[in-house]
C-alpha cells in the first residue's frame, strides 16, 4: 500500500527557509503525480506545487519563493520555501497519485494518498 510522511515543518522568522520531505513508500515517485497541498487554521486546503507529467507547476502566492523536487533513489518529495512569509503559515501535506487531468492537478479530491501533515509557523 502506499504511504506518505512528511516531516521538516517548524517554526521560522519572516524571510526565513525550510525544506519539507515526504516519504513515499509503496509507489515509485517515477511513476505518479505528485503535489504539496497546505490548510491555514478555519481555511480551505489549497494546491501549493505539483509534478504533473508536462511539468512543475505552482500556486500564483508562492510562485519565485517555493520548489517543488524529487530524488527517486531515496523516494522523497521536497519542498523548498524560502522567503517565508506569516502569510504561508500552515499545516502542509504532501499529496500523490497515479495519474489525472490537469485541471485537478490542484484539487485536493483528485488525490487518494495523503501524508498526515507538518505544521509551518511564520512570525514577523
Known amino acids: 500500500q502506499v504511504e506518505l510522511m512528511e516531516s521538516g515543518g517548524g517554526s521560522v522568522q519572516a524571510g526565513g527557509s525550510l525544506r519539507l520531505s515526504c516519504a513515499v513508500s509503496?509507489?515509485?515517485?517515477?511513476?505518479?503525480?505528485m503535489a504539496w497541498f497546505r490548510q491555514g487554521a478555519g481555511k480551505e486546503r489549497e494546491g501549493v506545487a505539483c509534478?504533473?507529467?508536462?511539468?512543475?507547476y505552482y500556486a500564483d502566492a508562492v510562485k519565485g519563493r517555493f520548489t517543488i523536487s524529487y530524488d527517486n533513489p531515496k523516494n522523497t518529495l521536497y519542498l523548498q520555501m524560502n522567503g517565508l512569509e506569516p502569510e504561508d503559515a500552515a499545516k502542509y501535506y504532501c499529496?500523490?497519485?497515479?495519474?489525472?487531468?490537469?485541471?485537478?492537478?490542484?484539487?485536493?479530491?483528485?488525490?487518494?494518498?495523503w501524508g498526515q501533515g507538518t505544521q509551518v509557523t511564520v512570525s514577523s
Open positions: 509534478v504533473y507529467t508536462t511539468g512543475v
Open positions: 509503496g509507489f515509485s515517485l517515477k511513476n505518479l503525480n
Open positions: 499529496a500523490v497519485r497515479p495519474s489525472g487531468s490537469f485541471l485537478t492537478r490542484f484539487n485536493p479530491s483528485a488525490y487518494n494518498y
